[in-house]
Protein backbone atom coordinates (compact mmCIF):
# COMPACT_ATOMS: atom_id res chain seq x y z
CA UNK A 1 0.00 0.00 0.00
CA UNK A 2 1.07 3.47 -1.01
CA UNK A 3 -1.84 5.49 -0.42
CA UNK A 4 -3.63 5.15 2.67
CA UNK A 5 -7.16 6.83 2.97
CA UNK A 6 -8.52 7.17 6.19
CA UNK A 7 -12.48 7.54 5.83
CA UNK A 8 -14.24 6.47 3.42
CA UNK A 9 -15.86 10.12 3.40
CA UNK A 10 -12.39 11.21 2.45
CA UNK A 11 -11.15 13.58 -0.65
CA UNK A 12 -7.51 13.15 -0.05
CA UNK A 13 -5.29 10.26 0.72
CA UNK A 14 -1.93 10.33 2.41
CA UNK A 15 1.57 9.03 0.62
CA UNK A 16 3.34 6.58 2.83
CA UNK A 17 6.60 6.88 0.56
CA UNK A 18 7.71 9.53 -1.93
CA UNK A 19 6.37 8.86 -4.95
CA UNK A 20 7.55 10.57 -8.41
CA UNK A 21 5.49 12.17 -10.69
CA UNK A 22 2.83 10.29 -13.17
CA UNK A 23 3.07 7.32 -10.88
CA UNK A 24 -0.45 5.49 -11.32
CA UNK A 25 -2.34 4.47 -8.29
CA UNK A 26 -5.13 2.82 -7.19
CA UNK A 27 -7.69 3.67 -4.06
CA UNK A 28 -10.50 1.66 -4.11
CA UNK A 29 -12.09 1.64 -7.54
CA UNK A 30 -10.26 5.12 -7.98
CA UNK A 31 -7.60 4.96 -10.58
CA UNK A 32 -5.27 7.83 -10.73
CA UNK A 33 -1.83 9.24 -12.20
CA UNK A 34 -0.37 11.63 -9.76
CA UNK A 35 0.49 15.11 -11.51
CA UNK A 36 3.30 16.18 -9.92
CA UNK A 37 5.97 14.48 -6.91
CA UNK A 38 4.35 13.57 -3.50
CA UNK A 39 6.60 13.96 -0.24
CA UNK A 40 6.07 10.80 2.24
CA UNK A 41 3.76 12.02 4.22
CA UNK A 42 1.76 14.51 2.42
CA UNK A 43 -1.91 14.44 0.65
CA UNK A 44 -2.73 13.49 -2.48
CA UNK A 45 -6.41 14.69 -4.02
CA UNK A 46 -8.44 11.99 -4.81
CA UNK A 47 -10.99 13.73 -6.75
CA UNK A 48 -11.92 17.20 -8.05
CA UNK A 49 -11.84 19.45 -5.14
CA UNK A 50 -13.49 22.70 -6.44
CA UNK A 51 -11.99 26.39 -5.05
CA UNK A 52 -13.78 26.87 -1.63
CA UNK A 53 -14.76 23.25 -1.17
CA UNK A 54 -14.18 21.94 2.33
CA UNK A 55 -11.36 19.21 1.89
CA UNK A 56 -12.00 16.14 4.00
CA UNK A 57 -9.73 13.78 6.02
CA UNK A 58 -10.02 11.97 8.85
CA UNK A 59 -13.52 12.26 7.73
CA UNK A 60 -13.76 15.82 8.95
CA UNK A 61 -13.44 19.39 7.28
CA UNK A 62 -9.75 20.00 7.71
CA UNK A 63 -9.97 22.94 5.39
CA UNK A 64 -10.88 24.99 2.37
CA UNK A 65 -9.26 24.88 -0.75
CA UNK A 66 -8.15 28.27 -2.04
CA UNK A 67 -8.00 26.93 -5.90
CA UNK A 68 -9.30 24.40 -7.77
CA UNK A 69 -7.38 21.23 -7.50
CA UNK A 70 -7.76 18.40 -9.87
CA UNK A 71 -7.24 14.51 -9.29
CA UNK A 72 -4.05 13.44 -8.42
CA UNK A 73 -2.40 16.46 -7.46
CA UNK A 74 -0.45 17.50 -4.00
CA UNK A 75 -3.01 19.24 -1.55
CA UNK A 76 -0.77 21.50 1.11
CA UNK A 77 0.06 24.85 2.04
CA UNK A 78 -0.07 26.28 -1.51
CA UNK A 79 -3.62 25.54 -2.29
CA UNK A 80 -5.23 24.54 1.05
CA UNK A 81 -5.81 26.66 4.13
CA UNK A 82 -7.50 26.34 7.72
CA UNK A 83 -11.11 27.55 8.03
CA UNK A 84 -10.26 28.74 11.79
CA UNK A 85 -7.35 31.21 10.26
CA UNK A 86 -9.56 33.99 10.40
CA UNK A 87 -10.03 33.38 14.10
CA UNK A 88 -13.77 33.74 13.39
CA UNK A 89 -15.01 30.61 11.86
CA UNK A 90 -17.55 28.77 13.86
CA UNK A 91 -16.96 25.40 15.73
CA UNK A 92 -16.81 22.79 13.13
CA UNK A 93 -19.71 20.06 13.04
CA UNK A 94 -19.87 16.74 11.69
CA UNK A 95 -20.53 12.97 12.79
CA UNK A 96 -17.22 11.74 14.51
CA UNK A 97 -14.84 10.30 12.41
CA UNK A 98 -14.60 6.24 12.24
CA UNK A 99 -11.17 5.96 14.12
CA UNK A 100 -8.37 3.95 12.36
CA UNK A 101 -7.91 2.43 15.75
CA UNK A 102 -9.17 -0.76 16.52
CA UNK A 103 -12.25 -1.16 18.37
CA UNK A 104 -12.12 -1.05 22.23
CA UNK A 105 -11.24 -4.29 23.34
CA UNK A 106 -12.25 -5.85 26.46
CA UNK A 107 -9.06 -5.59 28.99
CA UNK A 108 -8.35 -8.62 31.12
CA UNK A 109 -10.58 -8.31 34.41
CA UNK A 110 -8.53 -8.63 37.50
CA UNK A 111 -6.44 -5.78 39.65
CA UNK A 112 -3.38 -4.45 38.69
CA UNK A 113 -0.48 -3.08 40.51
CA UNK A 114 2.66 -1.32 39.47
CA UNK A 115 6.06 -0.98 41.51
CA UNK A 116 6.02 2.37 42.91
CA UNK A 117 7.06 4.63 46.08
CA UNK A 118 4.04 4.71 48.46
CA UNK A 119 3.95 8.23 50.09
CA UNK A 120 2.88 9.56 53.19
CA UNK A 121 -0.32 11.32 51.67
CA UNK A 122 -1.34 7.99 49.80
CA UNK A 123 0.17 9.15 46.41
CA UNK A 124 2.39 6.79 44.64
CA UNK A 125 5.82 7.84 42.77
CA UNK A 126 7.30 5.86 39.67
CA UNK A 127 10.16 7.73 40.44
CA UNK A 128 12.38 8.57 43.97
CA UNK A 129 13.97 11.71 42.94
CA UNK A 130 15.56 14.59 45.69
CA UNK A 131 14.00 17.78 44.63
CA UNK A 132 16.07 20.89 44.60
CA UNK A 133 13.28 23.73 43.89
CA UNK A 134 14.41 27.45 43.68
CA UNK A 135 11.74 29.84 44.97
CA UNK A 136 13.13 32.60 42.07
CA UNK A 137 15.68 33.00 39.43
CA UNK A 138 18.18 34.45 41.58
CA UNK A 139 19.00 31.34 43.38
CA UNK A 140 18.94 29.47 40.56
CA UNK A 141 22.64 29.39 40.47
CA UNK A 142 22.73 28.25 44.25
CA UNK A 143 20.13 25.32 43.20
CA UNK A 144 22.39 24.12 40.79
CA UNK A 145 25.48 23.77 42.94
CA UNK A 146 24.46 21.91 45.57
CA UNK A 147 22.59 19.14 42.84
CA UNK A 148 26.26 19.46 40.89
CA UNK A 149 27.91 18.45 44.85
CA UNK A 150 25.05 15.50 45.13
CA UNK A 151 24.80 12.89 43.15
CA UNK A 152 21.14 11.71 42.54
CA UNK A 153 19.58 15.29 43.36
CA UNK A 154 17.37 16.97 40.49
CA UNK A 155 17.07 20.47 40.35
CA UNK A 156 14.73 22.79 38.72
CA UNK A 157 15.99 26.17 37.85
CA UNK A 158 13.46 28.54 35.96
CA UNK A 159 13.27 32.50 35.53
CA UNK A 160 10.14 32.83 37.39
CA UNK A 161 9.14 33.85 41.32
CA UNK A 162 9.51 37.88 41.50
CA UNK A 163 7.95 41.23 39.85
CA UNK A 164 4.90 39.03 37.94
CA UNK A 165 1.42 39.48 37.85
CA UNK A 166 0.95 35.76 37.81
CA UNK A 167 3.03 35.03 40.40
CA UNK A 168 -0.09 32.76 41.96
CA UNK A 169 0.17 30.98 39.20
CA UNK A 170 3.98 30.54 39.96
CA UNK A 171 3.29 29.67 43.12
CA UNK A 172 0.64 26.90 42.70
CA UNK A 173 2.68 25.25 40.09
CA UNK A 174 6.15 24.95 41.99
CA UNK A 175 4.19 24.25 45.22
CA UNK A 176 2.34 21.19 42.50
CA UNK A 177 5.94 20.14 41.54
CA UNK A 178 7.16 19.63 45.23
CA UNK A 179 4.49 17.98 45.98
CA UNK A 180 4.54 15.47 43.31
CA UNK A 181 4.61 12.14 43.64
CA UNK A 182 7.78 10.66 42.18
CA UNK A 183 9.23 13.08 44.82
CA UNK A 184 10.65 11.93 48.14
CA UNK A 185 11.93 15.20 49.42
CA UNK A 186 12.65 18.62 48.65
CA UNK A 187 14.98 21.53 49.64
CA UNK A 188 14.09 25.00 48.56
CA UNK A 189 16.43 27.51 47.75
CA UNK A 190 15.15 30.86 48.04
CA UNK A 191 17.46 34.34 48.38
CA UNK A 192 15.12 36.19 50.72
CA UNK A 193 13.27 39.53 49.84
CA UNK A 194 11.28 37.63 46.70
CA UNK A 195 7.78 37.34 46.30
CA UNK A 196 7.21 33.97 46.15
CA UNK A 197 9.03 32.86 48.76
CA UNK A 198 10.71 30.23 49.60
CA UNK A 199 9.33 29.84 53.15
CA UNK A 200 5.81 29.49 52.13
CA UNK A 201 6.80 27.54 49.37
CA UNK A 202 8.39 24.78 52.44
CA UNK A 203 5.64 25.03 54.38
CA UNK A 204 2.72 24.57 51.60
CA UNK A 205 4.78 21.56 50.20
CA UNK A 206 5.17 19.81 53.52
CA UNK A 207 1.57 19.73 53.92
CA UNK A 208 2.24 16.09 51.98
CA UNK A 209 4.29 15.39 54.48
CA UNK A 210 7.16 14.30 52.81
CA UNK A 211 10.81 15.82 54.36
CA UNK A 212 11.22 19.41 53.35
CA UNK A 213 14.00 22.60 54.18
CA UNK A 214 14.59 25.53 52.83
CA UNK A 215 17.73 27.64 52.80
CA UNK A 216 17.78 31.62 51.92
CA UNK A 217 21.18 33.07 50.30
CA UNK A 218 20.44 36.75 52.27
CA UNK A 219 19.66 34.91 55.68
CA UNK A 220 22.87 32.49 54.82
CA UNK A 221 24.62 35.22 54.29
CA UNK A 222 26.04 34.64 50.67
CA UNK A 223 26.66 31.95 47.88
CA UNK A 224 29.07 30.28 49.87
CA UNK A 225 26.95 29.39 53.15
CA UNK A 226 24.13 28.28 51.25
CA UNK A 227 25.89 25.89 49.23
CA UNK A 228 27.69 24.26 51.82
CA UNK A 229 24.17 23.94 53.93
CA UNK A 230 21.97 23.09 51.03
CA UNK A 231 24.80 20.47 50.55
CA UNK A 232 24.28 18.83 53.64
CA UNK A 233 20.79 18.91 53.84
CA UNK A 234 20.43 17.00 49.99
CA UNK A 235 23.11 14.13 51.11
CA UNK A 236 20.94 13.03 53.87
CA UNK A 237 17.73 13.44 52.04
CA UNK A 238 19.70 11.33 49.21
CA UNK A 239 20.88 8.64 51.57
CA UNK A 240 17.26 8.16 53.05
CA UNK A 241 15.50 8.42 49.59
CA UNK A 242 17.99 5.25 48.46
CA UNK A 243 16.55 3.29 51.75
CA UNK A 244 12.74 3.68 50.31
CA UNK A 245 11.87 0.35 48.11
CA UNK A 246 9.69 -0.09 45.80
CA UNK A 247 6.15 -1.80 46.37
CA UNK A 248 3.13 -2.84 44.47
CA UNK A 249 0.81 -0.06 44.10
CA UNK A 250 -2.80 -0.36 43.23
CA UNK A 251 -2.93 1.10 39.21
CA UNK A 252 -5.23 3.21 39.99
CA UNK A 253 -3.29 5.59 41.58
CA UNK A 254 -1.40 6.27 38.43
CA UNK A 255 -1.96 9.52 35.93
CA UNK A 256 -0.74 9.59 32.59
CA UNK A 257 0.21 12.12 30.66
CA UNK A 258 -0.46 12.68 26.98
CA UNK A 259 1.54 14.95 24.84
CA UNK A 260 2.43 15.74 21.00
CA UNK A 261 6.10 17.20 19.48
CA UNK A 262 7.88 17.36 16.33
CA UNK A 263 4.46 15.87 14.59
CA UNK A 264 4.13 14.91 11.04
CA UNK A 265 1.53 12.99 9.08
CA UNK A 266 2.46 9.58 10.86
CA UNK A 267 1.16 10.83 14.31
CA UNK A 268 -2.33 11.14 13.23
CA UNK A 269 -2.01 7.81 11.10
CA UNK A 270 -0.19 5.68 13.32
CA UNK A 271 1.61 7.05 16.60
CA UNK A 272 -1.14 8.91 18.42
CA UNK A 273 -3.96 5.72 17.45
CA UNK A 274 -1.55 3.68 19.16
CA UNK A 275 -1.73 6.07 22.40
CA UNK A 276 -5.27 6.09 22.15
CA UNK A 277 -5.04 2.17 22.59
CA UNK A 278 -2.97 2.72 25.95
CA UNK A 279 -5.03 5.27 27.15
CA UNK A 280 -7.94 2.94 26.81
CA UNK A 281 -6.99 0.92 28.67
CA UNK A 282 -5.69 2.96 31.74
CA UNK A 283 -8.58 4.18 32.09
CA UNK A 284 -10.27 0.40 32.07
CA UNK A 285 -7.55 -0.45 34.50
CA UNK A 286 -8.61 2.29 37.07
CA UNK A 287 -6.01 4.94 36.13
CA UNK A 288 -6.28 8.51 35.03
CA UNK A 289 -5.30 10.40 31.29
CA UNK A 290 -5.04 13.83 30.60
CA UNK A 291 -5.08 15.17 27.49
CA UNK A 292 -3.51 18.45 27.05
CA UNK A 293 -2.68 21.11 24.49
CA UNK A 294 -6.04 23.05 23.81
CA UNK A 295 -4.85 24.93 20.70
CA UNK A 296 -4.69 21.49 19.46
CA UNK A 297 -8.21 20.63 20.08
CA UNK A 298 -9.21 23.38 17.34
CA UNK A 299 -11.31 21.88 14.74
CA UNK A 300 -11.71 18.71 16.80
CA UNK A 301 -13.12 20.13 19.97
CA UNK A 302 -16.82 19.20 18.58
CA UNK A 303 -15.75 15.28 18.61
CA UNK A 304 -14.53 15.65 22.31
CA UNK A 305 -17.86 17.64 23.34
CA UNK A 306 -19.67 14.78 21.82
CA UNK A 307 -17.68 12.46 24.22
CA UNK A 308 -18.05 14.68 27.78
CA UNK A 309 -19.89 12.67 30.64
CA UNK A 310 -22.62 15.87 30.63
CA UNK A 311 -23.33 19.30 28.59
CA UNK A 312 -21.66 21.46 31.12
CA UNK A 313 -18.03 19.64 30.38
CA UNK A 314 -19.33 19.83 26.56
CA UNK A 315 -19.59 23.14 26.84
CA UNK A 316 -16.57 23.84 28.77
CA UNK A 317 -14.38 22.38 26.43
CA UNK A 318 -15.50 24.82 23.19
CA UNK A 319 -15.42 27.53 25.64
CA UNK A 320 -11.39 26.88 26.20
CA UNK A 321 -10.92 26.32 22.61
CA UNK A 322 -12.72 29.53 21.95
CA UNK A 323 -10.76 31.14 24.66
CA UNK A 324 -7.66 30.43 22.79
CA UNK A 325 -8.91 32.35 19.36
CA UNK A 326 -10.15 34.84 20.83
CA UNK A 327 -6.67 35.66 22.61
CA UNK A 328 -4.85 35.34 19.53
CA UNK A 329 -7.29 37.75 17.96
CA UNK A 330 -6.83 40.23 20.75
CA UNK A 331 -3.00 39.90 20.00
CA UNK A 332 -3.18 40.12 16.30
CA UNK A 333 -1.98 36.87 15.25
CA UNK A 334 -2.50 34.44 12.71
CA UNK A 335 -2.36 31.31 13.97
CA UNK A 336 -1.83 30.02 10.69
CA UNK A 337 2.35 30.80 11.42
CA UNK A 338 2.27 28.77 14.58
CA UNK A 339 -0.05 26.53 14.33
CA UNK A 340 1.05 23.96 12.74
CA UNK A 341 4.60 24.74 12.95
CA UNK A 342 7.02 24.92 9.95
CA UNK A 343 8.05 21.48 10.94
CA UNK A 344 4.35 20.07 11.24
CA UNK A 345 3.85 21.14 8.04
CA UNK A 346 7.12 19.86 6.07
CA UNK A 347 6.09 16.85 7.51
CA UNK A 348 2.76 17.00 5.82
CA UNK A 349 0.38 18.86 7.73
CA UNK A 350 -1.16 21.74 6.75
CA UNK A 351 -4.00 23.19 9.05
CA UNK A 352 -4.57 23.38 12.62
CA UNK A 353 -7.63 21.54 12.08
CA UNK A 354 -5.66 18.48 10.28
CA UNK A 355 -3.34 18.67 13.14
CA UNK A 356 -6.05 18.74 15.79
CA UNK A 357 -8.04 15.59 14.32
CA UNK A 358 -5.02 13.66 14.18
CA UNK A 359 -3.68 14.80 17.92
CA UNK A 360 -7.00 13.84 19.67
CA UNK A 361 -6.76 10.17 18.67
CA UNK A 362 -4.40 10.08 21.90
CA UNK A 363 -7.16 10.09 23.95
CA UNK A 364 -8.48 7.07 23.14
CA UNK A 365 -12.40 6.46 23.06
CA UNK A 366 -13.34 6.93 26.93
CA UNK A 367 -15.89 9.51 27.99
CA UNK A 368 -14.39 12.72 29.27
CA UNK A 369 -14.99 13.33 32.54
CA UNK A 370 -13.95 16.77 32.82
CA UNK A 371 -11.56 19.86 31.94
CA UNK A 372 -8.81 20.99 34.30
CA UNK A 373 -6.99 24.25 34.82
CA UNK A 374 -3.16 24.25 34.19
CA UNK A 375 -1.18 22.72 36.91
CA UNK A 376 -4.90 21.20 38.65
CA UNK A 377 -4.44 17.76 39.68
CA UNK A 378 -8.27 15.63 38.47
CA UNK A 379 -10.79 15.23 40.85
CA UNK A 380 -11.27 11.61 40.10
CA UNK A 381 -10.54 9.00 37.96
CA UNK A 382 -11.02 8.46 33.88
CA UNK A 383 -10.41 10.83 31.17
CA UNK A 384 -9.67 14.91 32.02
CA UNK A 385 -8.93 17.53 29.23
CA UNK A 386 -6.07 19.85 30.69
CA UNK A 387 -6.01 23.44 29.36
CA UNK A 388 -2.41 23.85 28.45
CA UNK A 389 -0.67 25.48 25.85
CA UNK A 390 0.55 23.49 22.57
CA UNK A 391 3.98 24.45 23.70
CA UNK A 392 5.71 20.68 24.48
CA UNK A 393 7.91 22.08 27.62
CA UNK A 394 4.84 24.10 29.12
CA UNK A 395 2.15 21.82 28.47
CA UNK A 396 4.35 19.10 30.29
CA UNK A 397 5.03 20.97 33.04
CA UNK A 398 1.58 21.82 33.50
CA UNK A 399 0.13 18.13 33.66
CA UNK A 400 3.11 17.00 35.83
CA UNK A 401 1.93 19.19 38.18
CA UNK A 402 -1.17 18.03 37.88
CA UNK A 403 0.48 15.14 39.05
CA UNK A 404 0.93 13.13 36.07
CA UNK A 405 3.67 10.05 37.11
CA UNK A 406 4.42 9.40 33.41
CA UNK A 407 4.03 10.88 29.94
CA UNK A 408 3.42 9.15 26.75
CA UNK A 409 4.95 11.68 23.94
CA UNK A 410 4.74 10.88 20.21
CA UNK A 411 6.38 12.70 17.92
CA UNK A 412 7.22 12.43 14.03
CA UNK A 413 9.94 14.14 13.56
CA UNK A 414 12.17 13.49 16.51
CA UNK A 415 12.27 15.78 19.85
CA UNK A 416 14.40 15.10 22.94
CA UNK A 417 11.94 16.81 25.45
CA UNK A 418 11.18 15.34 28.26
CA UNK A 419 10.01 16.26 31.58
CA UNK A 420 12.56 16.62 35.03
CA UNK A 421 10.49 14.53 36.99
CA UNK A 422 7.87 12.30 35.56
CA UNK A 423 9.58 9.36 32.92
CA UNK A 424 8.61 10.52 29.29
CA UNK A 425 8.16 7.82 26.70
CA UNK A 426 8.84 8.72 23.19
CA UNK A 427 7.12 6.75 19.87
CA UNK A 428 6.88 7.78 16.39
CA UNK A 429 5.71 5.96 13.94
CA UNK A 430 8.14 7.34 11.14
CA UNK A 431 10.31 4.97 9.57
CA UNK A 432 12.89 7.54 9.19
CA UNK A 433 12.63 8.93 12.42
CA UNK A 434 13.36 5.87 14.03
CA UNK A 435 16.25 5.56 12.34
CA UNK A 436 17.82 8.78 12.54
CA UNK A 437 16.85 9.80 15.71
CA UNK A 438 17.00 6.70 17.57
CA UNK A 439 18.69 7.81 20.33
CA UNK A 440 15.50 9.36 21.55
CA UNK A 441 13.29 7.41 20.75
CA UNK A 442 11.49 4.18 23.04
CA UNK A 443 9.21 2.15 20.99
CA UNK A 444 9.19 2.61 16.86
CA UNK A 445 5.38 2.00 15.78
CA UNK A 446 7.17 2.04 11.94
CA UNK A 447 5.87 -1.46 11.45
CA UNK A 448 2.15 -0.52 10.99
CA UNK A 449 3.11 2.00 7.85
CA UNK A 450 5.51 -0.97 6.20
CA UNK A 451 2.58 -3.52 6.93
CA UNK A 452 4.08 -5.94 9.35
CA UNK A 453 2.15 -4.66 12.07
CA UNK A 454 -1.10 -3.10 13.10
CA UNK A 455 -1.96 -0.19 15.63
CA UNK A 456 -3.51 -2.83 18.23
CA UNK A 457 -0.23 -5.10 18.51
CA UNK A 458 1.67 -1.44 18.90
CA UNK A 459 -0.90 -0.75 21.41
CA UNK A 460 0.23 -4.26 23.68
CA UNK A 461 3.74 -3.01 23.09
CA UNK A 462 3.60 0.06 24.33
CA UNK A 463 1.57 -1.37 27.29
CA UNK A 464 4.30 -3.63 28.21
CA UNK A 465 7.20 -0.68 27.65
CA UNK A 466 4.84 1.21 30.35
CA UNK A 467 4.61 -0.92 32.68
CA UNK A 468 7.97 -1.36 32.86
CA UNK A 469 8.85 2.37 32.91
CA UNK A 470 6.96 2.83 35.94
CA UNK A 471 8.72 0.12 37.21
CA UNK A 472 11.51 1.69 36.85
CA UNK A 473 13.09 1.40 33.10
CA UNK A 474 14.95 4.46 32.41
CA UNK A 475 13.48 6.21 29.31
CA UNK A 476 15.83 7.43 26.69
CA UNK A 477 15.07 10.84 27.81
CA UNK A 478 15.63 10.32 31.72
CA UNK A 479 18.93 9.13 30.08
CA UNK A 480 19.98 12.32 28.25
CA UNK A 481 19.02 14.06 31.42
CA UNK A 482 16.17 15.59 29.29
CA UNK A 483 13.98 18.51 30.86
CA UNK A 484 13.15 21.77 31.53
CA UNK A 485 10.66 23.78 33.81
CA UNK A 486 8.59 25.88 31.83
CA UNK A 487 5.65 27.24 33.53
CA UNK A 488 2.54 29.29 31.16
CA UNK A 489 2.39 32.30 31.37
CA UNK A 490 -1.15 34.19 32.44
CA UNK A 491 0.20 37.56 32.85
CA UNK A 492 2.87 40.43 32.41
CA UNK A 493 6.60 41.28 34.38
CA UNK A 494 6.57 44.32 35.90
Known sequence: MILHRLHPSDTVVVALRDLPAGTVVVVGDIRLALR????????????????????????????VATEDIPAGAHVHTHNLRSARASMHAPVA???????????????????????????????????????????????????????????????????????????????????????????AAVLVVGLGCETVQARDLATEIAVSGKPVEMVSIQD??????????????VCQMVEQARQQEREPCP??????????????ATSGLVSNPVIGQVADRVVAAGGTVLLSETTELMGAEHILASRAVNSEVGQHIVEIVAAVEREALAAGVDLRGLQPTPGN?????????????????KAGS??????????????????????????DAESIIGMVAGGAQVILFSTGRGTPLGSPLAPTIKLTANPQTAARMAEHIDLSAA???????????????????????????LTTAEIWGEGELAITRAGLTV
Open 93 to 183: TGPTPASPVPAPRPWPAGPISFPGFRRVDNLVGTRNHVLILPAVVCANAAARRIAAAVPGAVVLPHPYGCSQLDVTRIQTVLIGLGKHPNV
Open 36 to 63: EAIPFGHKVALVNIAAGQAVIKYGQPIG
Open 366 to 391: APVQGVLDYGQHPPGRGLYIMDTPGQ
Open 345 to 361: MAGGVTTIEEKSLGCIY
Open 447 to 473: PVLEGQSTIEKEGDRLWELLLRVVGGQ
Open 251 to 264: FDQLIVGLECGGSD
Open 220 to 233: EGGMSATIAHGTDI
